[in-house]
C-alpha cells in the first residue's frame, strides 16, 4: 500500500518567507510526527499528532513553528519568516497504536522521504 | 536527559563478513528501543525494535541487535554484510519520561560495505 508521503520534496525560499510543508500518512494512522533532520544529525523531534490534537509539541524550536492536522489525516507544518538556520530536511512520520508498555507507546514510526527547505 | 550516542562516525566492512554498528543510550525508565536505515534521497526504515522480552531482536534483512541493560547497549549486528547493506544507520529511543511517544535518535552511523 501507499506508504508517507511529503510535497514538496525540495522547497526553496527566501530568509523572511513563510512556508508550508505537507504530509499525508498512511491510511488509518492515528499518529502522526514531524521531524528535522539536518546534515550529519540525527532526525530530532518537533510535534506528535495523536488524531487532530497536538499531543506534545515540546519540540517545536520557537514561535515561528506551528503544525496543524485539522482532519486527523494530512498535516501541515508551517514555518514563519524563515531563517538560514531553518534549512534541513523535515520529515514526517506516521503510526498506528499498537498500544503502550509502561506508559510508552509501542508503535513503530513509518517515515516519509522528507522535504528539503534551502532558506537563502 | 535522555540521549543516545552511536560512538562511530562511520564503519568499514568487507562483504560476507560481520557486522557491528553500536548504540548506546541513557534514559531514566525502560528504555524503548529501535534501529532505522537511510538509503540516499530516501526515507527512513524501520529495522527492528526492542519493547521487553528476549534480549535478542531480530528485524528485516537479516539483521539483529542486543539488548544489554547493565551495558545500556543495543548494537545492531548481521552476520554476514552485503554491498547493498552499505547505508546511514540510525539508533533511537523512547521511554515515559520523554512523554511515551517523543523518540529520541542517534547521530547515526554510515555503514561502508566493500566488495
Known amino acids: 500500500g501507499a506508504g508517507v508521503s511529503q510535497t514538496p520534496s525540495n522547497k526553496v525560499t527566501e530568509k523572511g518567507k513563510y512556508v508550508e510543508l505537507r504530509c499525508d500518512p498512511i491510511s488509518g494512522h492515528t499518529a502522526l510526527y514531524w521531524y528535522r533532520q539536518s546534515l550529519g544529525q540525527g532526525p530530532e523531534f518537533l510535534i506528535y499528532f495523536q488524531g487532530t490534537g497536538a499531543a506534545d509539541d515540546s519540540g517545536l524550536p520557537n514561535d515561528r513553528f506551528f503544525a496543524v492536522r485539522p482532519e486527523g489525516s494530512v498535516s501541515t507544518l508551517k514555518i514563519q519568516r524563515t531563517e538560514r538556520g531553518d534549512s534541513a530536511v523535515y520529515l514526517c512520520?506516521?503510526?498506528?497504536?499498537?498500544?503502550?508498555?509502561?506508559?510508552?507507546?509501542?508503535?513503530?514510526?513509518?517515515f516519509g522521504p522528507g522535504t528539503r527547505l534551502t532558506v537563502l | 536527559a535522555q540521549s543516545v550516542a552511536q560512538p562511530e562516525d562511520q564503519v568499514n566492512v568487507a562483504e560476507g563478513n560481520p557486522l557491528t554498528v553500536k548504540c548506546t543510550y541513557s534514559v531514566s525508565g525502560n528504555p524503548y528501543l529501535f534501529w532505522y536505515v537511510q538509503y540516499p534521497n530516501r526515507g527512513l526504515q524501520f529495522l527492528l525494535k526492542y519493547i521487553t522480552g528476549d534480549n535478542l531482536v531480530k528485524g528485516s534483512y537479516g539483521f539483529e541487535a542486543e539488548f544489554n541493560k547493565s551495558q545500556t547497549s543495543f548494537h545492531l549486528k548481521k552476520p554476514s554484510a552485503l554491498v547493498s547493506d552499505s547505508a546511514l544507520y540510525f539508533c533511537?529511543?523512547?521511554?515515559?519520561?520523554?512523554?511515551?511517544?517523543?523518540?529520541?535518535f542517534g547521530a547515526g552511523t554510515r555503514l561502508f560495505v566493500k566488495a
Open positions: 512520520a506516521s503510526s498506528s497504536p499498537t498500544g503502550t508498555s509502561g506508559g510508552v507507546s509501542t508503535d513503530t514510526q513509518y
Open positions: 533511537a529511543v523512547r521511554d515515559e519520561e520523554t512523554g511515551g511517544f517523543k523518540t529520541i
